[in-house]
């Protein structure tokens, strides 16, 4: 399977730079998965394709303030570091640049020596492990020095850095936010559960996958980076009462559907409680087994999560409703607008 199989033409100024004021005014395209039909809406209007008894499954995921911009001690040279996974005793795997200019032994310091950051060990791809030192509680001076990892397509500064965190994020460890949760507020959330849906949570923490381009051209050959998931008794116990009681289980964008779809393919089909680590890679021709609908943002040509809605929804529905977006002058990637596929 060729990469340029799900390559598509987008004009830059659709790629959105901020934002929206309202969280749930965004643009929703609405298609049948099946039928490739599709219906132009409002995000607010997503609870009229909900139906009492359906599951909506969110990733609450906490994005961290994890980029952060120090200098060498010994020569004052400018690094960013990007903090990826903490390791235990205040060790962190990140991603380093420049990282030629970061070996064993160097040491970056940040707000001027708040924070230090000593390297332990050199890793491919730019990936160091880093462990600080400092006085005081880590996560306060992190959020007092460090800035949210937006994607290196976004060039404008983020004005609240709650705008990059979905309203229920409650579990930190993310170095990039599930996107797809973005557009509810607490108001459309509480509606929902009024209308008798069920809404649970699940946990991936978005890794250095999200930030990787698919570099090779057949598909197959693509390696994930494992990502850290916590799926709980509670959300397992509502998902597959779900199930057997008839009513859909729609996940809230795509680290929510490969959280499901890792634990479902581990147990024959069912989901139970579990936590680890998950690689799993969705493209067409993958069994879903989780779940009935995903809600979901637009993304970037050629990347594994194209590949994982057209493994839902069929690549030439995909691709018909990505030109059919592109007409209507939807927003793209983290912070445009959204598409259910039911």
């Known amino acids: 399977m060729d990469v340029k199989q799900f390559d598509f033409d987008l004009p830059e100024e659709l790629i959105a730079q901020t934002p929206l004021g309202d969280r749930s005014s965004s643009k929703l ?3 049948d998965k099946k039928t490739g039909e599709r219906e132009h809406r409002r995000f607010f209007e997503v609870i009229e394709y909900l139906q009492e008894g359906d599951t909506l499954v969110l990733n609450d995921t906490k994005v961290l303030p994890a980029r952060l911009f120090g200098v060498k001690e010994e020569t004052g040279a400018k690094i960013e570091v990007l903090l990826l996974h903490d390791e235990g005793e205040h060790t962190w795997e990140a991603l380093v640049k420049p990282a030629k200019r970061v070996k064993v032994g160097t040491v970056v310091q940040f707000g001027d020596g708040l924070l230090k950051a000593t390297c332990v060990e050199e890793m491919s791809e730019g990936r160091r492990k880093m462990k600080f030192s400092f006085n005081g509680i880590f996560h306060e001076i992190l959020d007092q020095l460090g800035e949210m990892p937006l994607p290196p397509y976004i060039q404008e500064q983020l004005q609240e850095k709650d705008r990059y965190q979905t309203v229920y994020a409650k579990n930190r460890g993310s170095a990039a ?9 607490k108001e459309l959330l509480e509606e929902i559960e009024s209308k008798g849906i069920n809404i649970t949570y699940v946990t991936l923490h978005v890794g250095l996958g999200t ?7 057949d598909v197959e050959s693509h390696e994930m ?4 998931y916590q799926l709980s008794e509670e959300t397992a116990r509502i998902i597959n009462e779900t199930k057997e009681n008839g009513g859909r289980v729609v996940a809230v964008g795509t680290t929510s559907a490969r959280t499901l779809e890792t634990v479902a393919s581990k147990n024959d089909g069912e989901l139970v409680a579990s936590s680890g680590w998950t690689s799993i890679f969705i493209y067409p021709g993958f069994q879903f087994r989780a779940i009935d609908g995903l809600l979901t943002n637009f993304h970037l040509p050629k990347s594994t999560l194209v590949m994982l809605v057209s493994a839902f929804a069929g690549r030439e529905n995909i691709l018909n409703a990505y030109k059919n977006a592109v007409e209507n002058r939807y927003r793209f990637f983290s912070f445009g607008d959204a598409m259910l596929l039911i």
């Open 29 to 31: 395209l609405v298609m």
């Open 177 to 185: 936010a599930p996107t797809a949760g973005l557009h509810f507020t």
């Open 211 to 217: 930030f990787r381009p698919v570099a090779v051209e």
């Open 225 to 228: 980076h494992a990502e850290f």
